[in-house]
Each structure stands twice: as C-alpha cells, then as structure tokens.
C-alpha cells in the first residue's frame, strides 16, 4: 500500500491514532453517558446527561473556531492556499457544529424546563448569543461565495474570520454569564467548578469533550484532503 | 424571563442512597413562565417518561443525524471529484487514440 506517501495535508499515522481513538472513546461516553449514575435532580432528571452530548457540540465549535482563525492569519501571512483552505473547513464544521448544539439545546429546554409550554425558543441570553454567533459565521460563507478571485477571496475572508472569532468570547461567554440564564457560569467556571458538576459525571464529560473535538479534528482533515485535491484538479487542466 | 425558585420543603422522590447535593438549586429552580398544573399530554408525555430520558435519546439521534448528513455530503463531493477525474481521463484516452 501507498499510504506512506507523504500528504502535504495530513500525517496519516496520527490520522489512523486519532480515529481509533475517537472510536472508543465516544463508544464509551454513549455507553456511560446512558448507564452511569447520575445526581437526582427535580426538572433535570434523567436529562442531565444532556452534559454530555450538548455540551461538547460548543466545546467543538469554539475549538473550530479557533483552529479557522489560526489558518486564517497564517493564510495573510504567507498567502498559501491551503491555508485558506483549512481555514474554510474549519468554519464549515464549526457552524455545523453550532447548528447541532443550538438544535439538541432547544430540545433538550422544550421538554425539560419548558415541558407542558410547546415553547421551543425561550430567549436565554445564550442561546440568543449563539444564534448571533452563528449568523456571523454564516455570514462568512456568503462574503466567501461573492467573491471570484481565489486571491482576494482568501484575503477578505480572512481578515473578516478574525473578526468573527474575536466575537466568540464574548457572544458565549462574557455577554451570556452577565445576565439571568438556564445556563450554569454566572458564579464562575461551571465545567471545572467544584459544585457544579458531579465527581462522578466528570468522567463521562471530559472524555466526550475531547472525543468530539477529535471527531471535529477527523472530519476536518478529510475534508481538507479532498478540498486540495480539488484544488489541484482545478491547477491541471489538461491533466 | 423571570426566576421563580423551585418550593422549599416540596417532597420528592430520591434515591435511598443518594444524597441530595444542596448547592445545585440554581438548576432546580422553575424557569418557566407559566404554571405546569395542566397534565402533559401529546409529545410532552412522550419526552418526559423514564424520568425525561427519551430528551436524551432525542438529542443523542440528532446529533447522529447531523454526523450521518455530513457523511452523505463528504461521499456526494467525493463524487463529483470522481467524476472529473472520469471525464479528463476518458478526454485523453480519446486524444491518444486521434
């Protein structure tokens, strides 16, 4: 097999780790995620291991978030195309990421602190700052898509995803945790806080944490690997 | 949206052998406005049996569904890229044989 060969894109042994990796440890948190025990708690219940599967989805996006901005000044600094690339694909997950946690989050309010009400958006200050969030990062594909010179496509791009990022902290974090939420992080750091989250609940949420951000992390490479080659396609006419 | 905390003293069912953590209230507390007298009927029912757990499976299969249209759309540009690849290879088989 050819697979040694080197890839300007990806280290297909860490690749091959990875997924393995992100295999077993998902397959265990779906695992520990519906049988370990939890704290009993009114309105929560059952749904508090939501943790697990909602929370992840924004540790995601914001790990993407950073990673696209990161390629994005790399990209204006050396005007390498794969950098814009990376930086594209990271944006996309990440906004998909985002649509996931802004979806299972109305679900998971609609039947719990809303159950009875058929209120399926309420307001809270952070689901409304992360539905901004991911208009702006909405937004980036739409300022990509208008513009046909692959050059000044990637610049403007770039400079505008470091805006878009800049916003994150605070649409997530600062603006949400100033103002009366169903969100836990008015008091301080709820994920590593030690009232907020149960000993026992800490090891189901850690790993699925990091299992998503490796998933995140898979995802993105091959969807970069085949953006370049694409790329290379487009290059080579008359290959 | 105002906070209504949840009534002190109001009996619930807790297991046996696990304690209660008291500093969580801020999770406890009613975050609804209107008052949940009224039975849950329809979807509600649903979502709220086995101790709310269906909210989980529900946000469990969505997020599922999210991973599976991404496979979908990853296969879909795989495609087309083959079928590029198709199309300029069969160009220069019939170049070559001009």
């Keep these: ?239 | 949206m105002t906070i209504h905390p949840a009534p002190t003293g109001h009996a619930l069912p807790v297991h046996p052998r696990q304690e209660r953590p008291d500093t969580t209230s801020a999770y406890d507390s009613t975050w609804t406005e209107q008052p949940t007298s009224q039975a849950p009927d329809g979807l509600d029912q649903m979502m709220g049996a086995g101790g709310k757990i269906y909210v989980v499976l529900a946000v469990v299969l969505l997020i599922w569904f999210g991973l599976v249209t991404l496979l979908v759309r990853t296969d879909r540009k795989i495609g087309r890229l083959e079928r590029r690849l198709g199309e300029t290879s069969s160009e220069d088989a019939s170049s070559e044989t001009q």
């Design chain 1, 1 to 239: 097999m050819a697979r040694s060969s080197p890839s300007p894109v990806v280290n297909h042994r860490l690749y091959r780790l990875v997924r393995a990796t992100v295999a077993v440890l998902l397959t265990g948190v779906i695992l520990a995620g519906f049988l370990g025990r939890i704290p009993e708690l009114d309105i929560l219940e059952q749904s508090a291991r939501n943790l697990y599967f909602h929370v992840p989805m924004w540790f995601t996006l914001m790990g993407a978030t950073i990673v696209s901005a990161y390629h994005s000044l790399r990209y204006l600094q050396c005007g390498d195309r794969l950098r814009d690339l990376r930086a594209r694909e990271a944006a996309w997950l990440g906004l998909i990421f985002g649509i996931l946690g802004i979806i299972t989050g109305m679900v998971w309010a609609r039947f719990t602190w809303y159950e009875g009400t058929g209120k399926w958006w309420n307001f809270d200050p952070k689901q409304s700052m992360a539905a901004v969030l991911l208009l702006i990062y909405g937004a980036y594909f739409v300022l990509r898509d208008s513009i046909e010179e692959p050059d000044t496509r990637g610049r403007i791009a770039a400079v505008y995803n470091l805006f878009a990022v800049v916003t994150m902290p605070f649409l997530l974090y600062i603006i949400p945790r100033q103002l009366p939420s169903l969100h836990p992080g008015g008091e301080g750091s709820p994920a590593f806080s030690q009232t907020d989250l149960a000993p026992a609940m800490r090891w189901v949420f850690y790993p699925s944490v990091l299992g998503f951000l490796g998933l995140f992390w898979l995802l993105y490479t091959q969807r970069v690997r085949l953006a370049w080659i694409r790329d290379q396609l487009r290059d080579t006419p008359d290959l």
